[in-house]
């Protein structure tokens, strides 16, 4: 969710505060709803959806109902009380702090804030005390996750690291020249509570595209669209026929540009490989002049003077022909070195015969892909950038192959871990041993639910792959891969996830299966 929407619907609300608390509801295990009697009369739910990878801060009508789920949830319902005096957003960011008043009872409730952290794959929701001290926490974050901040009961809650963005209530035309000559979309760089999809609304309103390059009048239009947004940024669709007609083209040029960059520096490559195959092939003459300076060298053995390094020699054609020589060798081990580079020059201009028939083919049919892919339609360009292209790159990680048949993949270190797990499907299982570093296990079933030995299978080889191995009973957490992100700014292959089940299995390598 976005900070200009988290800002208009913290506008719609701040009329109604201090707001009547009339008690909370869990529709699930990632949701709060607080049902409010604002100050006009109005009864509506302030609905918290917390759990990554899309969260969502919303006022609902009607009644939500619920139970706690979970001991977070358990926490929320006996410490959030009392009215909501304040909601307050940190500048334009994704973070809201929810104040509530407390209550006088048989056991008072003391004041208490929560904060929601509407980051995307790393939103969380948090329960502070009157000092700003975390009391509970839905997603507990350590140091070995976050360097910059921990998120668990009993420390001061810090917010996300500060940025500096321009902050679009309050910018002048002139702070937006920055922008200048750059695409539109980079305004999601520079202008605080813009993420991608507002920045395609604010597009739509400049009457421009993501990719259009800024100039002065370009640049007026923004700025115009971009205080509309302040005052409503509502998602709109519709586009004009020919703005559509743009945006579709421009699309495709996005799509088509890197895949025939790719399939021209293949086509470099290939043309590269041309020219030292035609060289090959000139040498021949060389390779004609070593072997007749390496003949004349055995017939004059006796003119060759010992320790020189070159000699003079009147050649089978009664031409004058100076031969150089290594001087720490013999005339016949400097005749022999001749034999040897002329065969070497040979060898090379034979293999050239034979490649280059073969690598004017691969040309051709890359000049005939790369032609297609000019006139390639949106569909196919689509399809192309999703297809993998195979025989690309050594392999990464280990490979095995599960009682079942499935193939497991196991990164072998953070780099392997990180692009293993983002090149899985994201219905493959993915497991790590709990609490400690090691490898990045997937199970590459697509959906399908394996039997428990492929599980067990599995898990016991990120047991293996850590520092549990050998140890008899190792914790293993697996879930689809879908609900594993990488946190923002975080190192290669260190990841957050839910959803987890967790197995106990020896950190032996298993027996079963084969690695590939």
């Known amino acids: 969710m976005e900070g200009l929407l988290i ?60 139970e706690p789920k979970t001991p977070f949830q358990r926490q929320l319902w006996a410490r959030v009380k009392g009215p909501l005096m304040e909601a307050e957003q940190l500048k334009l960011d994704r973070v809201v702090l929810l104040r509530f008043a407390g209550e006088k009872g048989f056991v008072d409730t003391p004041p208490s804030t929560l904060v929601f952290e509407a980051t995307g794959r790393n939103a969380n ?28 009961p009993g420390l001061p809650y810090t917010p996300p690291p500060p940025y500096e963005k321009l902050d679009p ?94 399939l021209e520096r293949e086509r470099k490559t290939l043309l590269a490989r041309l020219a030292d195959y035609q060289r090959a092939l000139d040498r021949l003459e060389e390779a004609a002049a070593l072997r007749q300076k390496a003949d004349l060298l055995l017939a004059r053995l006796k003119e060759v003077p010992k320790g020189a390094e070159k000699v003079v020699l009147e050649g089978f054609d009664g031409k004058s022909v100076e031969v150089a020589l290594d001087p720490t060798l013999s005339p016949q081990e400097n005749a022999k070195k001749l034999y040897e580079r002329a065969r070497r020059l040979e060898a090379l201009a034979e293999r050239a015969l034979d490649l280059i ?27 192309l950038t999703q297809k993998p292209r195979e025989g690309k790159g050594p392999k ?7 009682p079942s048949g499935f193939a497991v993949w196991v990164g072998r270190n953070a780099k392997e871990n990180d692009l293993l797990t983002r090149a899985a499907h994201s219905e493959d299982l993915w497991f790590h041993a709990q609490g400690v570093p090691g490898s990045h296990v997937i ?69 079963e299966g084969g690695e590939g």
């Open 7 to 66: 800002h208009a619907l913290l506008r719609e609300l701040a009329p109604e505060l201090p707001a009547q608390n009339l008690g909370p509801a869990f529709p699930d295990e990632g949701s709060l709803a607080v049902l409010l009697k604002g100050r006009s009369g109005r009864i509506f739910n302030l609905v918290l959806r917390y759990r990554p990878p899309s969260p969502s801060l919303v006022l609902e009508e009607g009644t939500l109902l619920g």
């Open 125 to 152: 929701l948090l329960l502070l005390d009157k000092a700003g001290r975390i009391l509970g926490v839905d997603r507990v974050i350590t140091q070995e996750v976050n360097r910059y901040r921990e998120l668990r």
């Open 169 to 262: 209530r309050t910018l002048k035309a002139e702070d937006l020249k920055p922008l200048l000559g750059r695409p539109l979309k980079e305004v999601v760089r520079h202008v605080d509570g813009v993420g991608l999809e507002l920045m395609r609304e604010l597009a739509r309103r400049a009457g421009l595209t993501p990719e259009t390059p800024l100039d002065e009048a370009a640049l007026e239009r923004v700025f115009q669209a971009l205080k509309g947004l302040v005052e409503d940024p509502a998602l709109r669709t519709a586009l004009t026929e020919e703005l559509r007609a743009k945006w579709a083209e421009e699309e495709k040029e996005a799509l088509r540009k890197p895949l025939l960059e790719a």
């Open 357 to 383: 028939p073969k690598t004017e083919a691969k040309v051709q049919a890359l000049e005939g892909e790369m032609a297609r892919l000019r006139q390639a339609d949106l569909a196919e360009l689509l399809a």
């Open 396 to 402: 990464v990680g280990l490979r095995y192959t599960s």
């Open 443 to 511: 199970l590459k079933v697509e959906g399908q639910n394996p039997p428990l030995e492929d599980l067990l299978f599995a898990a016991r080889l990120a047991a293996y792959h850590s520092k549990a191995r050998g140890e008899t009973q190792v914790p293993v957490d697996y879930t689809r891969k879908k609900h594993v992100w990488r946190p923002r700014k975080a190192a290669p292959g260190q990841v957050l996830y839910t959803h987890a089940k967790t197995l106990f299995v020896e950190g032996a390598l298993p027996q």
